[in-house]
């Protein structure tokens, strides 16, 4: 029931073949909703931004040496995390159909019985351009296809550290209190 392969095929191409400052080319997205010369759409500079700020965030705070599209074949540069249990394998975000925020978290389990499965959380997003903000809203949240209730995942939250969880997010304010991510449109 649970049961489900993310591909690498999934992933962002061009944000891990970015050979730059993954921050510096975030925040370029960032200054690119708000210039209104721009031609490029919000919401897929949203998703740009949200897959290199992700990337960094797990390069600087959880495994520097992941590359999943990598020729490297180990569990470090293939799974954002690994441990004698299971592993995280892939982190990314997508944007859906109805300008919504996507983001995909793949894990597996190593012993018996082997799972493999994907986490959905879809947020709302909010680009407010009078306070210079980008906000997404946890909206739903999904086990490949069975929906995880608020209720529950705070049942999970309070057997981890979310004070540390907030804290490797490389760019913005993550409140998983309140299941928001917020960010300055303008550098700080």
């Known amino acids: ?11 962002p191409q061009a944000v891990y073949e970015n ?28 998703e740009e ?29 293939e799974n954002i995390a690994t441990n004698n249990v299971g592993y995280v394998g892939y982190a990314f975000v997508t ?4 300008n919504q925020i996507v983001l995909t978290v793949s894990f597996g ?4 019985p082997d799972i493999e499965s994907s986490l959905y959380l879809t947020f709302n997003l909010e680009i407010d351009l009078n306070e210079m903000e980008m906000i997404l809203t946890l909206d739903t949240m999904y086990l490949h296809q069975t929906e995880i209730t608020k209720d529950r995942l705070d049942q999970i939250f309070n057997y981890l550290d979310k004070d540390n ?7 913005g304010t993550l409140n998983l209190d309140d299941y928001t991510y917020t960010v300055s449109l303008v550098s700080e």
């Open 109 to 112: 389990r190593n012993q018996y």
């Open 49 to 77: 931004f949200l897959n290199l700020m992700l990337l960094d965030s797990i390069r600087t705070n959880v495994n520097d040496a992941y590359d999943p599209l990598s020729d490297c074949e180990t569990d470090i540069c």
């Open 95 to 98: 944007l859906n159909e109805e």
């Open 19 to 46: 050979d730059g400052d993954l921050l510096l080319t975030a925040e370029a997205k960032l200054v690119e909703i708000v210039n209104p010369l721009s031609t490029e759409d919000d919401y897929i500079l949203a």
């Open 165 to 171: 969880i907030e804290s490797m997010i490389t760019k």
């Open 1 to 11: 029931k649970f049961n489900v392969e993310t591909e690498s095929s999934a992933l």
